[in-house]
């Protein structure tokens, strides 16, 4: 993505600038590199620079400013985590949780990821010809390459008129580029934040989170249904996905309080009979662990040998039940009742979720979203099941959305519409981010390298000889490191996660 600054040895030599639009475009294929120049637009682009030059100065100036620090700021977070990536010693890099080696990649995330990439490379290219015809510069041609299997563009510059510019001219073209993407980051988290706004005439936000789809695969599969809306996870109101990840995924052996169910004595001395029946001591099929809360006010029924058993318990009946021991201080069962909270091993937990049904027929129109603990008898469209097992595994077998809608209608295109526009618009902002995050890096080939080049002019005290002496040094230090850290991030990913 960086702009050509190499004088061309041999070659046709360049056409007068005065006829830019005369040339046609040019494919040219080889084994290990090609490309695809465009001439189209440069007399439209010099034309739209050369009229709004003033302004776009000054915008590309901010630009200058931002690439520069950028560059510094990454060059030295490059060294900290490369070292980190020799020694060992070194905290997680910033892509660590961007990638999954259990993530899979679906056609829609591809589609998605090659379109936002366009996007992405088409605005960085785009600043660069402006802030090039801002300065007065012709360009070129505009050139879409294939290098090995490594996608680009770049935008080519006459090189002895960009040797003409002063130090601040050029760095306001390479940083150009750069500040694009960081503009359309901050675009796309924008209209993220104002999403709900703009969707609100037509969904509701943050009233539980609507299945879309619920893969064969998914330990959910015979529970929820698309179309359903799923309200709380363990007696938590989730509102968006975020909310989902972190309830499934969080740390329970840091939970001060357990949450515990009002279960009748009856049951428990029942489910004894049936685990005393079984030889290896587990619990039967469709049966799950309990314990006692040491909480409980039935003091009758709290013994020692009981407090200390394992009591089997049928857990789809048990959830129904009232809560108890969410304070830690007082049960609140009856006489007959004992508080019990569920056994968790390692890898394994209890997940209970309710969700409704609003979209059935047989619940008539659309219901409003419940309170945190649905009364089943209150609305017969909500549900509750409990999960057991790896919650951190079914939290990505779900494909949700946090928008409602509001009209029946249509409702399999209706509700996917926001979810494929927050998902188009999360990954323009991933990409373009790592795209403006590559490109400030002092290496080989990339804008950070002209931008560390033209840095360099504003060491006067430094010769000729010697700024190109340390622009190679920095360069082969930054490539290398750059390489050391990417080895890193692979490592990690795909050997000890």
Known sequence: MAICRSRRRGGRPLLPSSIPFLRSNHLSLSLWYSDFKIYAFNYV????????????????????????????????????????????????????????????????????????????????????????????????????????LFPGALVALNPSSLENLSPFSSLRIYCAGIWHNIVLCLGCALTILC????????????????????????????????????????????????DWFKILTRDKSQNIHKKGYCVPISWVEAGDILMAGNSNGECAQDFSPFRTLSCTNSSHF??????????????????????????GEYCAC????VCMTPIEHPGMSWVEISYESPYRSSCGQLTPGLDPNPNQDQNPCS??????????????????????????????????IPYLMEKAIHSAFHVSLALAVVNCLPVYLLDGASILETVLCYFTQLTHREKQITLRICLLVGTSMSIITCIRVLYALYFIS
């Open 45 to 148: 682009l010099f034309r739209f620079g050369s009229a709004h030059s003033r302004f776009l100065k000054v915008w590309f100036s901010f630009g200058a400013c931002f690439g520069v620090i950028a560059l510094l700021i990454l060059s030295v977070m490059l060294m900290w985590y490369s070292w980190g990536a020799i020694s060992f010693k070194g905290g997680p890099f910033w892509f660590d949780n961007f990638f999954s080696p259990g993530r899979s990649i679906s056609f829609l995330d591809f589609a998605l990821l090659i379109l936002s990439t366009l996007l992405s490379i088409a605005f960085h290219e785009f600043g660069h010809a402006i802030a090039a015809a801002s300065e007065g510069l012709q360009i070129e041609y505009i050139a879409i390459f294939l290098a090995v």
């Open 302 to 327: 709290m013994s020692d040998k009981m407090d200390s058993l394992k009591h089997c318990l049928i857990a789809k009946d048990v959830v129904r039940l009232r809560n108890c021991g969410d304070t």
């Open 195 to 242: 999403l709900p706004l703009l969707l609100c005439p037509l969904y509701t936000h943050g009233e539980g989170l609507v299945v879309l789809n619920v893969p064969k695969y998914s330990s959910l599969y015979s529970h929820v249904s698309p179309h359903d809306v799923i309200l709380t996870v363990d007696g938590l109101r989730v509102t968006s996905t975020d």
């Open 383 to 416: 549900q509750s099941f409990v999960y057991i097992g790896d919650a951190s595994f079914v939290a990505q077998s779900l494909r949700l959305s946090p928008y409602k809608p509001r009209l029946g209608l249509f409702l399999s295109l209706s509700m996917y």
């Open 334 to 337: 009856s006489e007959e009742e």
